[in-house]
């Protein structure tokens, strides 16, 4: 009668359950750190990057389940912005001080091969020198009267074309591109408003 009670109150079967308790907190703790549940935000898209090895399947917007120690990089698919200030010539050879914004966005399709290829800063890298690229030469083809115009609509299209020609292939959406502010000297600018106001007359 003995012998069962010291085996019930402290012998190995006790020790047993301690070491399984023990090993129980140990993996629990080691998933946690490993962080396996990650959440992708509404105009997002999760780029998962194990060691280096990207995955072609991005993550929607959501909770998902992914393997241990994966890395999940947020991109966005929200429109963004970009405002571009420029020195670019007109067919004349006039320099203009020109100010647009492009109005774009990441294609989600595309978001593991652009982290891939090019990175997280893919908006400098891509983005912003095509912009400058697309401006100037569009701007070029025209002279400055067409900027006072009602050619500035189809410059403003025909640069956002020109644009998406350059960037649809690496994973970058038009949305628009506006010209806010076109700055000629002042000498150029009086003149060319008094030829388009002796046009309407």
Do not use: C, W
């Not at 629990?28 to 898209?45: C, E, Q, R």
């Amino acid at each position: 009668m003995s012998a069962r009670v010291l085996r019930m109150d402290g012998g190995p079967t006790g020790a047993g359950g301690v070491r399984l308790a023990v090993i129980g907190i140990v993996i629990l703790v080691l998933f946690a750190l490993a962080n396996p549940i990650k959440v992708i935000p509404a105009g997002h898209v999760g780029v998962k990057d194990l060691f280096g090895i990207v995955s072609k399947n991005v993550l929607p917007p959501g909770v998902h389940l992914v393997f241990p120690l994966t890395r999940v990089v947020r991109m966005s698919t929200q429109t963004q912005q970009i405002k571009e200030t420029a020195e670019v010539p007109s067919q004349e050879g006039l320099i203009m001080d020109l100010e647009a914004s492009l109005l774009f966005r990441l294609d989600p399709t595309k978001a593991a091969e652009i982290y891939k290829t090019v990175g997280r800063d893919y908006q400098s890298v891509v983005v912003e020198p095509q912009i400058r690229s697309a401006i100037r030469e569009i701007t070029a083809t025209y002279d400055a009267k067409a900027l006072y115009s009602s050619a500035r609509e189809k410059i403003a299209q025909e640069i956002s074309a020109h644009f998406a020609k350059l960037t649809t292939d690496r994973g970058i959406v038009t949305e628009a591109v506006l010209l806010r502010k076109i700055g000629l000297p002042a000498i150029v600018a009086n003149a060319i408003q008094e030829k388009l106001k002796r046009e309407q007359e």
